[in-house]
C-alpha cells in the first residue's frame, strides 16, 4: 500500500477506462442521476444555488458576501460532477484529475460550452498528492472543495497531508465535502486499481488527524444492493 507503485498502478488503471460517464462510474452509468439528485440535496443544506440575479451563497455560516462563487471537483474525470452537480450549485467550477485522457476529454467535449462561457475554470492534470493552494491562483479561493470518489487512492499520510492543504484553498467558512465508499469494518484494499475503501470509523479517524469538524453525515440510498455503502460528508476546518 506504501510502494512507490502505488500511485503509478492507479494511473496505468485508470488509463486504461473509457472516458465516458460509464466509465466514470465502472460501467454502472445508471448511478449518475440517483447520485447526482442526492448530493444536490445534501449541498443544497449548506449552499443557496446561483440564480439569474444573485451569486450562489454559503448558508452555513450564513453570509451576505454576495462575490461569485467557486468550487472545486477533486478527481473530476471527465467532468460528470461538474457538470450533474456543482453548475447547479455554483457560479464556478475549476477542476482537478490525474488521467490526461479524462482532463482531455472534459476539455474538448464534455464540458467545452462551459469551459467557452466561463463558469469552467482551471483544469488542471494533477494527482491529489501534488496539489497545493498555498502560494497559487487556488489559495483562498474556493467556497467548497468538493472530493467524489477519489480519496481511496492518496494513502493515510498523504490524505492527512491533502486535507492540510486544502485549508489554504477554502475562503472563510468554506467546506470540504467527501463522497466515497465505505467498507463495514477497517480498509479494504483493492490491488487492481489501487486504492482502500475506509470504514466510516476510520473516514472519521482521518477527520480527526486532519482537525476538521464533522458538521453532516448522509448515507446515500437509491443504489443497487451488493455495492459497498457510499457516505457524504460536510466538514469544516477547526
Request: hydrophobic share 40%; with cysteine.
Amino acid at each position: 500500500m506504501e510502494s512507490p507503485a502505488w500511485y503509478t498502478d492507479a494511473e496505468k488503471y485508470w488509463n486504461n477506462v473509457p472516458a465516458t460517464i460509464n466509465g466514470m462510474l465502472g460501467g454502472l452509468g445508471q448511478l449518475a442521476r440517483p447520485d447526482a439528485v442526492t448530493s444536490l440535496r445534501f449541498l443544497s443544506e449548506f449552499v443557496n444555488p446561483p440564480s439569474s440575479s444573485t451569486s450562489a451563497s454559503i448558508l452555513n455560516p450564513p453570509t451576505a458576501d454576495q462575490r461569485p462563487s467557486y468550487v472545486l471537483d477533486c478527481g473530476a474525470g471527465i467532468g460528470r460532477v461538474t457538470k450533474q452537480v456543482l453548475l447547479k450549485a455554483f457560479d464556478h467550477v475549476d477542476l482537478v484529475e490525474n488521467c490526461e485522457a479524462f482532463v482531455n476529454q472534459a476539455k474538448e467535449v464534455y464540458l467545452k460550452d462551459e469551459i467557452e462561457s466561463g463558469r469552467v475554470g482551471e483544469v488542471r492534470c494533477q494527482g491529489l498528492q501534488n496539489v497545493h493552494f498555498e502560494g497559487t491562483s487556488w489559495e483562498g479561493r474556493y467556497d467548497v472543495i468538493w472530493c467524489q470518489w477519489v480519496l481511496g487512492h492518496l494513502t493515510e499520510a498523504d490524505l492527512i497531508a491533502f486535507f492540510e492543504r486544502c485549508k489554504k484553498g477554502l475562503k472563510p467558512g468554506g467546506l470540504i465535502f467527501i463522497k466515497e465508499n465505505n467498507a463495514k469494518v477497517g480498509i479494504v484494499i483493492d490491488e487492481d486499481d489501487s486504492s482502500m475503501t475506509r470504514s466510516d470509523l476510520v473516514w472519521k479517524e482521518m477527520f480527526n488527524k486532519s482537525s476538521l469538524r464533522l458538521l453532516r453525515e448522509e448515507v446515500q440510498k437509491g443504489f443497487p444492493s451488493g455495492l459497498f455503502a457510499v457516505k457524504m460528508y460536510a466538514l469544516e476546518p477547526m
